[in-house]
């Protein structure tokens, strides 16, 4: 069992940045990949990246591409989600997510979910 909770939401200006972490639960925890995606009202929920489980390989959608960056801190059992330049079509709710198997894309390959948290950014 893991559970993720996120933080670091916030209300930002278009051009500014925003570091979203998700602390987990669970010694095995380093050995899990993990996903973040969002949600905008009215709309599925997307994917925006994922990291395997020691960090050297991480995946981006292309519409954060070269603006968010994955990262992870397996002794404080810690994802982050860094997002320079932001739009405001990055408002929505981020969620992490951990998938045990592997590293993945897709959102039906991640088991475990957080509660999210919201991001704004105005205009």
């Known amino acids: 069992q893991v559970q993720l909770l996120e933080s670091g939401g916030g209300l930002v200006q278009a051009g500014n940045s925003l570091t979203l972490s998700c602390a987990a639960s669970?010694?095995?925890?380093?050995?899990?990949?993990v996903g973040w995606f969002r949600q905008a009202p009215g709309k599925e929920r997307d994917y925006v990246g994922s990291?395997?489980?020691?960090?050297?390989?991480?995946y981006y959608a292309d519409s954060v591409k070269g603006r968010f960056t994955m990262s992870r801190d397996n002794a404080k059992n810690t994802v982050y989600l860094r997002m320079n330049s932001l739009k405001p079509e990055d408002t929505g709710v981020y969620y992490c997510?951990?998938?045990?198997?592997?590293?993945?894309?897709?959102?039906?390959?991640?088991?475990?979910w957080g509660q999210g948290t919201q991001v704004t950014v105005s205009s």
């Open positions: 669970g010694r095995a925890f380093s050995s899990y990949a």
């Open positions: 997510a951990v998938s045990i198997i592997t590293i993945a894309t897709e959102r039906d390959d991640y088991e475990y």
């Open positions: 990291i395997n489980w020691n960090g050297d390989t991480t």
